[in-house]
């Protein structure tokens, strides 16, 4: 019965696939992350879409976003991955959606209100990947009428260096 409310890390081993249908609503706790080494089928409709939240969306807790890590790939139709906050040192990651070595299709998908948070010993080099969707290695992605947008990346560098902001990536 949905909504689903997550509270530790989901990993979904190479040998697994998961299959979340229609209608379907993952809350997720602070900290939380979806790791897929297997695959993943996000199966919603135009009518009734699969929504990964917050658990408590009005509060400052985030989840930690979904990570696909090679294995056969995933599918995303009709979902939304919102909320999702990463603090991490270094920068190829990505705040809602990181895609490393695997194929992945999206289809109707909206991406939207992520953060990605890097932060950078003093004088290091900065840069990073996205605060909505990073493509990582040799990922294959295909996307078909999304929207990603409002989501944000933070650098900084620490300690007593800089802080700068980019949004809308």
């Not at 409310?5 to 997720?28: F, Y």
């Not at 409709?45 to 807790?61: E, I, M």
């Not at 985030?62 to 979902?79: E, H, K, M, Q, V």
């Amino acid at each position: 019965e949905s909504p689903y409310l997550v509270t530790s890390h989901i990993t979904i081993p190479p040998s697994e696939t998961l299959v979340i249908e229609a209608g379907v609503d993952v809350l997720l706790a602070d900290g939380v992350r979806i790791i897929v080494n297997g695959g993943l089928h996000v199966r919603g409709t135009a009518a009734d879409s699969v929504r990964f939240l917050p658990l408590t969306p009005d509060s400052d807790d985030r989840w930690n976003g979904i990570l696909i890590d090679g294995g056969p790939g995933a599918t995303f139709s009709y979902c939304r991955i919102s909320g999702a906050y990463r603090s991490v040192a270094y920068s190829d990651d990505g705040g809602g959606l990181c895609i490393t070595d695997a194929t992945v299709y999206l289809s109707h998908c909206v991406i939207s209100h992520n953060m990605l948070r890097v932060v950078q010993p003093k004088k290091a080099s900065v840069g990073g990947t996205g605060g909505g969707v990073a493509i990582l290695g040799r990922a294959q992605v295909r996307m078909d009428w999304c929207r990603i947008a409002s989501n944000g990346m933070q650098f900084y560098a620490d300690p007593g260096g800089f802080e700068r902001w980019l949004t809308g990536s």
